[in-house]
């Protein structure tokens, strides 16, 4: 039950993160960007959307299921085996795109974008608590 709370809770600092993003490029404002100052140059590439969207909105979208999800597991919402699988697929889908935009800020945009890694550690962290919660 207290691993569902640390996803659940790392769902909200997600949501938080990408509700960020998203109001500062509505807004037409560059993010506040603690590590490097090249956030904007990542935010802005050709690499900033999936299938026309941004991907601060598929992440928002992303943090939102797992939070819908985890609170369905915690409550006991039925079936349970279903919530527990898509959770498992949506990290797993979502940890290879966070390697694959962490790669290209690493090797092609030689820029780092703080949100983009918070957002990846943030992926790769409910990934090892579903790892965690999976040898139980």
Not at 29 to 37: A, L, R, T
Not at 76 to 86: A, T
Request: charged content about 10%; some cysteine.
């Amino acid at each position: 039950m207290s691993l569902y709370a640390i996803l659940f809770t790392l769902a909200c600092v997600g949501i938080s993160e990408t509700a960020y993003l998203i109001e500062t490029r509505k807004k037409g404002q560059k993010p506040v960007c603690f590590i490097g100052e090249d956030c904007s140059k990542v935010l802005a590439s050709k690499y900033s959307k999936v299938f026309i969207f941004h991907n601060d909105v598929w992440g928002l979208l992303f943090y939102i299921a797992i939070g819908f999800l985890t609170a369905f597991l915690v409550i006991g919402v039925e079936p349970q085996g279903l919530w527990d699988n898509l959770m498992k697929i949506f990290v797993g889908i979502s940890t290879a795109v966070s390697l694959v935009l962490v790669y290209l800020q690493w090797r092609v945009l030689k820029a780092w974008c703080f949100w983009c890694m918070l957002s990846a550690l943030t992926v790769f962290g409910m990934g090892v608590i579903l790892l965690i919660f999976s040898m139980l």
